[in-house]
């Protein structure tokens, strides 16, 4: 062993070169010429051990370097960050507890300087609070003593996919991470561009607008878009789902109802109408709406008024209607399920938003937009995906288009160490059900967790009720699926709203 200098020379390795930057945690040391002509370099990737214990130090570096890492050991903090900056090390392997100084403020050090290696944290006091702050103060792993050797070969490979990553031209590098800007809609592709202009157009005046698209195409973004750029981005905008009201109670939700007008009515309720008053209501999932109210909304959109459940009186509204859906619109009204004279009230305007599988070209935006957001959720510092991640991400199919996107990448960042996501954190990521990551884990239904046979969908929406005590937009969180897919789902399972204390078959 050598504690005070590099350890020994282990035979060199040949890699393609790939582009390098400053702060390459792989760096290359030299190049020549291949055999087939292509560019090499020779590059050993560099390793800085700091423990005080020089029996932990020796096996390391023996293992270390007969796996052609060039190994630098020492004994003490004092130094280290000169270390870095003259040694570049790829990893630091760093002990917790050192004679003459607490590892995690040199982690903290370390993590400052402008080398950034990868620390791998060692040490034999493993307990919970340890590891959470190394992780926290930015650890790329934690190792706990006697250490593994195939665990940390694991972690030193995963840094290297890391750094490869990072290197790679044809991935995805956020280089401004921290330049977020809420409630923008993101696209480049000629389909949005056309969108913009539309929402651009329609901001000049207040005519009632129809939005289509598939769930989580961002239909409720275009229409704040369309309302906060509008003249009267002062007053209300009022978002209402109409398959999330039982039927009853959306007429009351949208007109408002006087006292006593029916049982459980003790007091007057304004409804949504006059609550944006000349702002912006949004009437999500319309195609839900019960053919009764439907005639009350016609009468609204000719007249401008309306009168509250139980009333008399004729109250007039300016507001301006958007109304949204993700059914085809002229089918149900083909059907019989919803009137033709409502339908070409609403449809003065339409918007019909691609499903994200259609504008696949908008993907790698769309993603550094919401990997930003993210970031920012999560503290989190994850600014570049991998070729291969990128081409998932571009080809997989999106059912559940933006929104299945966000709750993907969310979980993706939980799970990546490090600043790059890399394919292998996303292949197990798509064959999970759909969880959404900010559900605690004791909220997952635990036969979930534990059943070896995968459940069928029924099951998973029914442990999901079960778990959530049928709290639908909890249980629609735990599945990553929207409200009104929820009903659907429930309703094309047989599923009904369970009366308290009631299993369901
Ligand atoms: N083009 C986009 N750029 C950025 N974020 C987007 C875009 N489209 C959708 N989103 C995001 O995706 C999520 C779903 O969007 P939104 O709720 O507007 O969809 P929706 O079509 O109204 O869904 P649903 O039909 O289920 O009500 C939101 O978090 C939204 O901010």
């Keep these: 062993m050598n504690p005070s ?14 582009s390098c930057n400053r702060n390459s945690a792989f760096a290359t040391n030299s190049h020549k010429v291949g055999a087939e002509g292509r560019s090499v370099s020779l590059q ?40 870095i900056a003259s040694f570049k090390p790829a990893i630091v392997i760093l002990d917790v507890r050192l004679a003459d100084a607490d590892g995690l ?23 919970m609070a340890t590891t959470i702050k190394a992780i926290k103060r930015g650890a790329f792993e934690y190792i706990p003593k006697p250490i593994d050797l195939d665990d940390l070969d694991a972690a030193i490979e ?31 592709t ?7 202009k539309t929402i651009g157009i329609l901001s000049n005046n207040t005519v009632t607008v129809l939005i289509e698209g598939e769930t989580g195409t961002g239909k409720e973004l275009v229409a704040r878009a369309i309302h906060y750029n509008g003249p009267h981005r002062e007053e209300p905008f009022v978002a209402i789902n109409c398959s999330a009201i039982v039927e009853g109670l959306l007429e ?22 006059e609550i944006a008053a000349h702002g912006t209501i949004l009437l999500d999932e319309i195609c839900e709406m019960p053919l009764s109210l439907q005639a009350k909304l016609l009468r609204f959109l000719q007249d401008k008024e309306f009168q509250r459940v139980g009333g008399e009186k004729t109250i007039r509204s300016e507001a301006r209607i958007i109304a949204s859906t993700n059914r085809d619109m002229f089918e149900m009204v083909r059907q019989g399920f919803f009137r033709r004279d409502l339908y070409y009230r609403l449809n003065v305007a339409t918007i019909r938003i691609p499903a994200l599988r259609h504008r696949s070209a908008d993907i790698p935006l769309i993603v550094e937009y919401l990997l930003k957001k993210i970031n920012l959720n999560l503290n989190k510092q994850v600014d570049h995906v991998e070729q291969n991640a990128l081409k998932r991400l571009r080809e997989y199919h999106w059912p559940g288009n933006v929104r299945e996107l966000e709750n993907l990448l969310t979980r993706a960042v939980m799970h990546t160490q490090g600043n790059a996501i890399l394919d292998d954190v996303l292949v197990p990521l798509f064959q999970s059900p759909q969880l959404c990551e900010d559900v605690d884990a004791e909220t997952i239904p635990n036969k979930q967790l534990s059943s070896d046979k995968p459940l069928t969908d029924r099951e998973l929406i029914l442990n999901a009720l079960e778990s959530t005590k049928w709290h639908y937009g909890n249980a629609g969180k735990i599945l990553g699926i929207s409200y009104p897919t929820l009903r659907k789902r429930m309703r094309a399972f047989g599923i009904v709203a369970k009366p308290h204390n009631q299993s369901h078959p």
């Design 5 to 18: 200098g590099a350890g020994t020379c282990g035979k060199e390795y040949e890699e393609v070169n790939v």
């Design 44 to 83: 050993r990737t560099r390793i800085l051990i700091v423990d005080d214990e020089p029996s932990a130090l020796e096996v390391l570096e023996m293992h270390l370097t007969e796996k052609n890492f060039e190994v630098y050991c020492t004994l003490e903090a004092k130094g280290v960050i000169d270390k």
């Design 105 to 127: 403020d040199v982690l903290n050090e370390i993590r400052a300087s402008s080398q950034k290696p990868y620390v791998i944290v060692v040490t034999a006091f493993h307990d």
């Design 158 to 188: 995963r840094a290297g996919d890391l750094s490869r990553a990072h290197l790679g031209s044809d991935g995805l590098s956020i280089s401004d991470l921290h330049d977020f800007e809420p409630k923008e809609i993101v696209g480049k």
């Design 190 to 196: 000629k389909e949005m561009k056309e969108i913009f």
């Design 252 to 273: 009351s939700e949208l007109f408002g109802h006087e006292k006593g007008a029916f049982t459980g009515a003790a007091s007057f309720k304004k409804g949504k109408f």
